[in-house]
């Protein structure tokens, strides 16, 4: 079992830039694939990046490669989602999620957080 807690969404300018943070309860962190997703009002949740177990694979979708950078420190149990050059396209609700494969589907992951607001203005 694992719980998850999200933490640094908020209200940003765009070009502006936030870090979310994920904190990860348990002594199994390392055996766990993570992953950012968000949701936006009315569509549906989408994948937004993964890391791999020892950090040494990532992947992002298409439109936050080069803005956002996904990274974990397995010592203190944290996955992070550093986002620059926000665009208010990239409001929604951000979800860390962990799963025992890097994929992208957000039903193939088994835990996950409660969420984190992240709203950028125009």
């Known amino acids: 079992q694992v719980q998850l807690v999200e933490s640094g969404g908020g209200l940003v300018q765009a070009g502006g830039s936030l870090r979310l943070s994920c904190a990860a309860s348990g002594r199994t962190f390392s055996s766990y694939v993570m992953g950012w997703f968000r949701q936006a009002p009315g569509k549906e949740r989408e994948f937004v990046a993964v890391i791999s177990w020892t950090g040494g694979n990532t992947y992002y979708t298409d439109s936050v490669k080069g803005r956002f950078t996904i990274s974990r420190d397995n010592a203190k149990n944290t996955v992070a989602l550093q986002m620059n050059s926000l665009k208010p396209e990239d409001t929604a609700v951000y979800y860390c999620?962990?799963?025992?494969?890097?994929?992208?589907?957000?039903?193939?992951?088994?835990?996950w957080g409660q969420g984190t607001q992240v709203t950028v203005s125009s």
């Open positions: 999620a962990a799963g025992g494969a890097v994929v992208l589907t957000p039903r193939r992951y088994d835990y």
